[in-house]
């Protein structure tokens, strides 16, 4: 994985060293290497400082999945997000158009985000979010298209700081958050291996 470029909490580099530090930590994370991740405009209004990255998942040059990590900071600390920063993130795949009868998929897909932060031990509060499912059937000419159901999962949550000794560093651990996102990205395209006991899902034929 390369950041193509992460900057620093402003363009003009007046913002606040926190933030500073956790962009600078956001480039030392490596995911594996079938997410390409790069950064992408991020939000303006939604917190004084911001940092957005895209992530696609490609295997032998096609797109299983795709998505977005965001990472917000206000140092005036929103009663909402119940701490400085906020991880806003979501993520998408086409799956197989029988798994959108199943009642269970937004569970199951709620818990692959649940697994990726459990499985790097990223701590965070106020972890909310939805799991929509899309089915999509062709007509006319797309009549022999298969059915297929988009997935997304949007989520966001409060990292928590470390509970060792303040350093250097970012004040929480910035890559295990980056991490457990990119856990839920490749499981949601279907890649092994996978968090103890998920079970990869078929991918939509295109």
Do not use: K, N
Request: hydrophobic letters at 45%; a negative charge.
């Amino acid at each position: 994985m390369t950041l193509s470029r992460v900057p620093g909490a402003t363009r003009d580099g007046t913002g606040p060293d926190a933030f500073e530090r956790a962009v600078r930590a956001l480039r030392e994370v490596r995911l594996r290497p079938d997410v390409a991740l790069s950064e992408v405009p991020a939000p303006a209004r939604i917190a004084p400082h911001a940092v957005a990255l895209a992530g696609d998942v490609v295997v032998d040059g096609e797109e299983l999945a795709t998505g977005r990590f965001i990472l917000l900071h206000d140092p005036s600390a929103p009663p909402e997000w119940e701490g400085t920063f906020r991880v806003v993130t979501y993520a998408r795949a086409d799956l197989e158009a029988e798994l959108g009868a199943d009642p269970m998929l937004g569970q199951v897909g709620w818990s692959w985000l649940e697994d990726g932060l459990r499985e790097h031990g990223a701590r965070a509060a106020g972890v909310g979010g939805t799991v929509t499912r899309v089915l999509s059937e062709g007509y006319g000419a797309l009549a022999e298209r298969p059915p297929s159901v988009d997935v997304e999962l949007r989520a966001s949550w409060t990292p928590l700081p470390d509970a060792g000794p303040a350093g250097q560093g970012p004040p929480f651990d910035v890559a295990a958050h980056l991490l457990a996102w990119g856990v839920l990205l490749c499981t949601v395209a279907g890649l092994p291996p996978l968090p103890e006991g998920v079970t990869a899902l078929p991918r939509a034929q295109r």
